[in-house]
């Protein structure tokens, strides 16, 4: 899953960005509002994690001038203030979720989870297609109970699958949400990786595969 990070304080940044790529999310960063505006509309995202406090557009406009554009991407705003009248601020200009500083990295990926969670899903978010289950808290994975050892990049491609059971996923879609816009990943790589995805997740287990080819289109997951 690919997110946006848009804050000015580097070191804060930078952290988010580290720990966030260890928990295999793909993640860009930008330092100012007008920068984040633009990357969050030219580019697709999952999540965006957006500071209130910054130069040329603070968080707030971000959000509204997102919301207002027809960008309904989950935000999630981070800021050192937590009166209420701030946090009624930015829910009102579309921000889903709130979360003052400091924090701790733990309530930050709890909060992540539960954005990126989709509606039908469960409060423990187990993800499944058939007899394969993903935990994303846990980030363990596992087909008819045996567990399934992943890289951190198989992972995050299983994930996208899952969170999209039956949707036709292009090569370009996969790149987009997996790698950050820094990576050099060509169509190839996405081939590879779902070779790779096949031969853990599919080919040791009895029945149909569950990653299908739709030739000329991508890949899908399915029972």
């Known amino acids: 899953m690919r997110i946006l990070v848009v804050e000015d304080e580097h070191r804060i940044a930078h952290a988010i960005k580290e720990g966030l790529e260890q928990e295999t999310y793909a993640v860009d960063v930008c330092y100012d ?5 633009n990357t969050a509309t ?3 995202y999952d ?3 957006l500071d209130v406090m910054m130069p040329r557009m603070n968080g707030y406009e971000v959000c509204r001038k997102l919301r207002e554009s027809g960008n309904h991407t989950p935000v999630l705003m981070l ?3 937590d009166q209420n009248r701030d946090i009624v601020q930015g829910l009102d200009n579309g921000a889903d979720d ?3 500083k400091p924090f701790s990295f733990e309530v930050l990926l709890a909060r992540i989870r539960a954005l990126l969670r989709r509606p039908h899903e469960t409060a423990s978010e187990t993800l499944q297609v058939g007899d394969l289950t993903m935990n ?3 980030h363990q994975v596992a087909r008819g109970g045996m567990v399934i050892n992943l890289s951190s990049k198989e992972y ?3 994930e996208y699958l899952l969170r999209n059971p039956g949707r036709v996923l292009s090569k370009n ?3 987009t949400h997996v790698w950050d816009f820094d990576a050099d990943i060509l169509p190839n790589n996405v081939e590879v990786f779902i070779t790779y995805l096949r031969a853990k997740v599919d080919k040791p287990f009895d029945g149909p595969g569950l990653i299908q080819t739709v030739r000329g289109f991508g890949y899908k997951i399915e029972a």
């Open 33 to 37: 509002g007008e920068d984040g505006y």
């Open 79 to 81: 800021t050192a203030k």
């Open 156 to 158: 995050a491609i299983l």
């Open 173 to 175: 879609n996969i790149m």
């Open 136 to 138: 994303p808290a846990s």
């Open 98 to 100: 709130y979360l003052a």
């Open 47 to 49: 999540l965006i994690i």
């Open 42 to 44: 030219a580019d697709d």
